[in-house]
């Protein structure tokens, strides 16, 4: 139950993540819902980093952790694993086993399975509808156009100040998630690249697997 949990908490973390990789086409128009997704992938994109606290909820369960990203680059803390990011390289720590794996993801392996998958194009991933307000914030629903994705549909939740406070997930297996973001707050510079990659020392007599 906890594996499926960060794993949704994964597919939360690539709306996120991939909105940062959004791209206007000069020849075609956004729709409203799009235009205020891409708002939102503008205010992450223009930030030199970010750190918020997230809570997971599915199937009666929840974890919390807390998030630091930078461009295609995070950090993911929870009580059950850690992984890092950097852009090429992932590691993930599950502290029950004691393990480190090491890969270095494609872009269809980072949608299948890995924590915060970098969707290259929400404009060709999804299609978005904008939904009712909710306590001034705006919602848009994404609706995924391959049956292939582990995500079938997103509600976005988006407040004022352009960040996603919410994501309502409906997955590929019929398991339905939210997560809730809070204290999102904006770096006034980039962290070190050494913040997104692991060392030895942050998990003491863990084995390490190469699998790249």
């Not at 939360?12 to 891409?38: D, F, H, N, Y």
């Not at 194009?121 to 156009?145: D, M, Y």
């Not at 582990?150 to 988006?158: E, G, N, Q, R, S």
Request: aromatic letters at 6%; hydrophobic letters at 40%.
């Amino acid at each position: 139950m906890r594996q499926g949990i960060i794993r949704s908490i994964s597919a939360a973390a690539a709306i996120l993540i991939g909105s940062c990789s959004v791209q206007v086409s000069a020849q075609a128009k956004p729709s409203q819902a799009m235009e205020t997704v891409e708002g939102a992938a503008t205010k992450l994109k223009s930030a030199k980093g970010l750190t918020a606290d997230f809570t997971m909820s599915s199937q009666g369960s929840s974890v919390k952790g807390t998030l630091t990203m930078s461009g295609d680059k995070f950090v993911l803390s929870s009580p059950d694993m850690k992984i890092w990011y950097d852009g090429t390289t992932q590691w993930s720590y599950v502290p029950s086993r004691k393990e480190v794996d090491i890969t270095e993801p494609t872009a269809e392996e980072l949608s299948q399975v890995n924590p915060y998958i970098i969707i290259g194009s929400l404009r060709s991933a999804f299609t978005a509808r904008q939904l009712a307000p909710s306590g001034g914030n705006k919602r848009v629903e994404l609706k995924s156009k391959t049956s292939r994705s582990d995500i079938k549909t997103a509600v976005l939740t988006i407040d004022a100040k352009r960040y996603p406070v919410k994501i309502e997930l409906e997955l590929a297996n019929g398991k339905k998630a939210e997560i809730s973001i809070t204290n999102v707050k904006e770096m006034q510079k980039a962290p070190a690249m050494s913040v997104f990659r692991f060392n030895k020392n942050q998990a003491p007599g863990a084995e390490i697997v190469d699998l790249r």
